[in-house]
Every structure is written in C-alpha cells, then in structure tokens.
C-alpha cells in the first residue's frame, strides 16, 4: 500500500533494470515533480497508446491536469482509462572514455494511475492555483483570476500520486577498467533551464514593470 | 502518403485541437528531433500504457532506440508494438494578464509506428554514431569505439519517421480584450537548457583536456 513516505510497489511500477537507481520515496517524488514544468501523459485510445505533453500542478498527494473542455485528451482521460504519468528532469550528460558508458544524469518519476474528473467549483480554483504555482510561484496574486464562465471552459482532472517510482543516476561516468589508462577526457556536462530575458507583450501599457518572481525567475534548487 | 517534404496525416496523427499549430513538414519535424536530447516513448504491455524516457539518435528518416539487451522496454519494444514517440522542446512562459491565457511557447513531435530490431553490424554502428553525434555533435573521434561484444550487449532498434506531426507554439499571450487595460504586466519568459561548468571525473590522468565540442557545448540554434 501506499502510505505518508512512500508510494506503492506493484507489479507495473516495480523497477526491474538498474533497481538501485530507483525509489518509492515521497519526498524525492514530490521533489521532481515540483521542479519538472511539462509531464509527458500516455494513455490508450482505440488500442493506439498516445503520448502527450501537458502543464500540471501539484497539491498534496495528488496532481491536476486541465485543457478545454472540448479537448480530445481531456475527454478520453475522464473516462477513467488507465493512465501513465511521466516527469523527466535531465541534469547533465555523462562522459565517457568508451562511447559504450556514455549516458545522462536524470531525475524521473513515473506513476501509474486513473484520471478523475474535478466537478466542484472549489478544487477548480485549487487546482488552477496549483497549476499557477508549478509555473510561476507568486503569479495568482498578480494576475487576473479565473471568472465562472473560464471556470466552466476548463476541464480539470485530478490523478492521485499512489504507485510508482523515482528514478535518478548522478555522478561520474563508469568506465571499463582498462579504458582508464586511455587519454581520453571524461566527466559530466550538468544541464540546466535558464531563463532568458523578459520580452514585453508589445501590447503592454507603458509603465507597468514585471515583479521580482518574474524578473528573478528560476527553476531547481 | 509520406514524402519527401511532408509526414503522412492519418486518423491518429491528424491534429484536432488549435490545427494552427500543427505541421507535417519533415524539415521542421527534424529540427525539432534534432534538437532534443531526450524522447518519451509510450508503448502497451499488458493492457497498462508505459511512457519511459529514452535517449535516441536520428539518421535520415529513421530514429534509433538503444538499450542493454536484457531490457524489459527494448524487448517490448522489438516485438512490434505500436509505439508513440514524443519529443518536447520547452521554448519558454506565455505570462497574460489573466491567470486563464497564460501558456506555454514550446515545439513537440508525435509520431506513431512500430520499431524494428537492428540486427546487421554495420546498421548498428550507424545508430550508435547517432546516438553519439545527438547526444555530443564529434565526440564519435574522441572516445574508444564500441567493441564487438559492446556491440552485441546493445539492443538498437529503428524507428521510421512517417506519420505523426509537430505542434509549435510561439509569441506573446492573447488576454481577452478588455483585459488589455488592466495593470498587469505581461509578456514572455524564454527558458533554455544552458550547460553548467564541466566536472572532470576525479579518476582522470592529470593532463588532459577537454575539446572544444565540451567546453563550447550548446543546444538550439
């Protein structure tokens, strides 16, 4: 069962290649979650599996997914059908002295489960708030909040974080013993998301400044 | 049909929702491919959809998978499942004025199809100089070759770049008309994955150092 530290292990979401890399840890889960910004869904429609890029929050021991009501994915994903949700956050490539044990440091977190429609006005706006703070902390305070009628556009789906696993590699590569000798560099080259410089919406009235969680903006630690 | 210029629409890569920001085009397609470093890759086994992140390597209108042979995924995988890769490259924040437009600039592929067991030793190689040249563009002249048994401890399969389409998203958010007076500021904050300071693995003989492919590295343009 799944309980307050860590999730289920099931036949579908034990780790079976490299199990040490793996964990059923909240906390690392909750952790990589908060941190990714897009989730890579999968779900079966007409025995075709699909994968799909989508914005989400957090809250407690659940996650929100939303999109228009008139969407397709949204639709299917109501139905309750089984559903496969997949996080990936990559640190940096791993150099080796062999092309063989050349690989990436990465923080994943896949979880199994079924999508459930939110009905009540309520956990809407909580989960709208969830879905603000996983982009831009603060951002709810600043900008317009949602209205009924954008209430009633959206369909929002709550999927509960209760069986699957985190999995992460770090450090240095692992090289054959004998390639040591070879005089060839290898380390690691961490990767990370930068943000860039502001652009105005050219639509913007003059005066008006962005706040500091825009202009301080960054992702991870 | 698929050709030179453009993937093949059909009933399960045909964009439905916001069609604007679809494409078929195969040169927008590979610069998007080829810019990513990591896939999600979704697949059924035993009724359950799985999306698992994947490093891969293009070579003309294929893509290559690769993994340890004893794989769970890479057997699955070889059998002739139907698959859907995708692939997402986050561009940066839609910042509206109303919580309800903000968004995100991104490029995404899905593509639908099956993947093929490479068995022949000289495809392999080809797909293992992809993978090498996706992950770190020259590093195929620095580091020591796969070996035979390397070779034969990896799976590699291929997978043909046919049916499936990009969606693209860019420029600044589109609030609702009377929302443009508000004193919001709004706008876009571009995001890109920016290499940190290499570590040199603490096993390595004193004097060497990294080449230029390492200390210049960058994704995107």
Known sequence: MSDSHNLQVTKRSKIKRLPKRGSQERE?????????????????????????????????????????SVSRL????????????????????????????????????????????????TEKMTALRAFTEQMIPRRWEDARLPNSQELKATTVLSFPIEEGSAKVRTGSPSDDAEDYAL???????????????????????????????????RRGK
């Open 74 to 121: 949204l639709k299917t994903l109501q139905q309750g059908v089984d559903v496969c949700f997949t996080v990936t956050l990559l640190d940096g490539l791993v150099i080796a002295r062999s092309l063989f044990h050349h690989s990436m440091n990465y923080r994943s977190v896949v979880l199994f489960g079924k999508a459930k429609l939110v009905e009540s006005e």
């Open 28 to 68: 690392l889960i909750y952790n990589i979650l908060d941190e990714a910004l897009i989730a890579h869904v999968g779900f079966i429609s007409d025995t075709q599996p699909f994968v799909i890029p989508m914005a989400y929050g957090r809250e407690g021991d659940r996650l929100y997914l939303h999109g228009s």
């Open 183 to 217: 005089p060839i560099w290898a380390g690691e080259l961490p990767l990370e998301i930068t943000p860039g410089v502001l652009i105005r919406d050219p639509k913007l009235t003059n005066e008006i400044t962005p706040s500091s969680n825009l202009t301080n903006y």
